[in-house]
């Protein structure tokens, strides 16, 4: 049975008063925030699409983003990001996509956890979720009380790690080639995108898949950045920003981090330990990735001053963080 609960701030990143520090600093005090998970959204010949969603509790009109979890991940996870945006006031929904570990038979939890990565049979259906969430956002109302008049559903972000990344390109207009057509599952409704460890070339994506690609687009990633793939992370992990037409794209490039972001996983981090990608825990690594998708939230969703002269010159001054623009 769905409980909606206060979230503790399992994880808190305090930040100093100066300017001096290179971070983005909100002028606005954190707000209470509170969840509930597990809201099923009833789908035809299909298993329900659960959804968690993470808002302020105080009255107000709230920006939307749909956050999508990596490969084995689900809606319980990215405490960190979802509970900083949230208190800066932003409504979150994440869906459990098929590839989660919640379904997943003990022979592939098994192969998860000995690092394995492959559970895409379902990536059809990924960025379909997303715009099913879009679709529902009176239903999600009517659904959760807190919810009623909370939602401005004009201005809407979307953000993924990883597969999620893949799922945020696609829901961005990226156009897949597969099997000799020509997919493209873009909708047109969020207003801008943060992709954790963006996908790059293969796997259906070429050169020209990134030109449908809309923006503002935020990629956040670094030199460790492996994936399931041969390419080096310093080439692969750059093509989505590099690849992709000029106008209003921002890369954060992290040195040394690796895929996990020192643990932007949040309470999944245990689980996912084992993963042969995910790194070793980086409170600064972690903090980096946080607060600068913050400040993109903030410039390209509130437009609020802060954050937009915080992006003349981001991350000034933090030691292994290089920001390009184009």
Known sequence: MNTISILAALVSFPIAPSAEDGFYHPK????????????????????????????????????V??????????????????????????????????????YASAEVRKAALQGSLNNMQNWRERPGEITLILDKLDWFENEVADLKGKLNKKIIGMAGHSFGAWTTQMVAGMTLGRGGMSVNLG?????????????GLGGGISESSFQTMRSPFLCITGDN????????????????????????????????VYHNFGGINGRELPRMAANRLSGPSNPTHVK????????????????????????????AGVDGVKVETK
């Open 28 to 63: 606005d005090a954190e707000l209470p925030i509170a969840s509930k998970s597990k809201i099923e959204i009833p789908r035809d010949g299909q298993r329900a699409l659960s959804v968690k969603v993470t808002y302020p509790t105080a009255k107000g009109n709230y920006p």
């Open 65 to 102: 983003i749909v956050f999508s979890h990596g490969m084995y991940g689900s809606e319980d996870g990215n405490t960190p990001l979802i509970e900083t945006w949230a208190k800066a006031g932003y409504v979150i929904f994440q869906p459990t996509h098929a590839d989660s570990l919640r």
């Open 187 to 199: 909708d047109k409704r969020p207003k801008a995108f943060i992709a954790f460890s963006p996908s």
């Open 225 to 256: 950045d492996k994936g399931n793939f041969q390419n080096d992370p310093k080439i692969h992990r750059r093509e989505a920003f590099d690849l992709a037409p000029k106008g209003d794209r921002t890369l954060v490039w992290i040195k040394d």
């Open 288 to 315: 980096i990735a946080v607060n600068s998708s913050l400040a993109y939230w903030d410039a390209q969703l509130k437009g609020l001053p802060e954050a937009k002269a915080f992006w003349k010159k981001p991350l």
